[in-house]
């Protein structure tokens, strides 16, 4: 198993590592989320940036799990960008299911399928976007999770595997929407935080763990 995860990542670092390629630079490095104005605009796209959000969207990130819909999206997001997290401290998206249930593809020892919304509790931060899935929608978001289950890891675009991203895309093909994250020709690959650059996503609640690092 350690050996076919370092094949895995091998490919990923040694771009990423290599002093002869521009990549470019993710910012920010750290998040630091304030409360702003009751009522005032969020604007997805800088928010990371501004780290100001609404009082009355600034909430816990239990409150932030519960309070999400079914088939919105989860931008959960460490406090700082490290090693393991190398293109910023939101690399990492789910989607909200039934109540404390997400439809993840969580990473290299596992597969696609359906978790407890409390594991992305220890999170410094947990962004919920609405991507224009209604209720009508749910039975079919769910067949497509049930359907997904158990495809492999990988961020290679091999076919029948999925990166998070690549696996929230096809989620939302099945619903026959837009992609909810846009191909990033910079890095060669979907990243998590582009979310917040779709046209029409709209934040509805940032949720934070001020305990957490």
């Known amino acids: 198993m350690i050996r076919a995860r370092s094949l895995l990542l091998w490919p990923l670092l040694s771009v990423v590592l290599s002093g ?4 470019p630079a993710i910012e ?3 998040l630091n989320f304030k409360a702003g104005p009751i009522g005032s605009e969020i604007k997805p796209a800088t928010l990371l ?6 009082a009355d969207k600034l909430v816990s990130v239990a409150e932030a799990l519960a309070r999400a819909p079914e088939g919105s999206l989860l931008l959960p997001c460490w406090r700082t960008t490290v090693a393991t997290n190398f293109w910023g401290p939101c690399s990492h998206l789910a989607r909200k299911l039934g109540q404390g249930q997400m439809a993840d593809q969580p990473g290299l020892t596992q597969t696609a399928g359906i978790r407890p919304t409390d ?11 609405d991507v224009g899935v209604t209720s009508a929608q749910y039975f079919a978001l769910e067949r497509a999770a049930e ?7 990988s961020f290679s675009g091999a076919p029948n595997t999925s990166y998070c991203t690549t696996y929230q895309n096809e989620l939302q093909q099945a619903l026959n929407q837009p992609d909810v994250i846009p191909f ?5 690959g979907y990243l998590p ?17 001020e305990a957490s690092t």
Do not use: F
Not at 20 to 23: G, K, M, P, Y
Not at 119 to 129: G, N
Not at 184 to 188: L, T, V
Not at 193 to 209: F, M
């Open 20 to 23: 002869c390629l521009a990549l």
């Open 119 to 129: 594991t992305l509790l220890p999170r410094y931060a947990v962004i919920v976007l």
């Open 147 to 153: 359907q997904l289950k158990g495809q492999p890891y």
């Open 28 to 30: 920010p490095r750290t």
């Open 193 to 209: 935080a582009d979310a917040l650059d779709v046209p029409g996503v709209k934040v509805l609640w940032v949720g934070v763990n």
């Open 49 to 54: 940036e501004t780290g100001l959000v609404p």
């Open 184 to 188: 990033n020709p910079a890095w060669n």
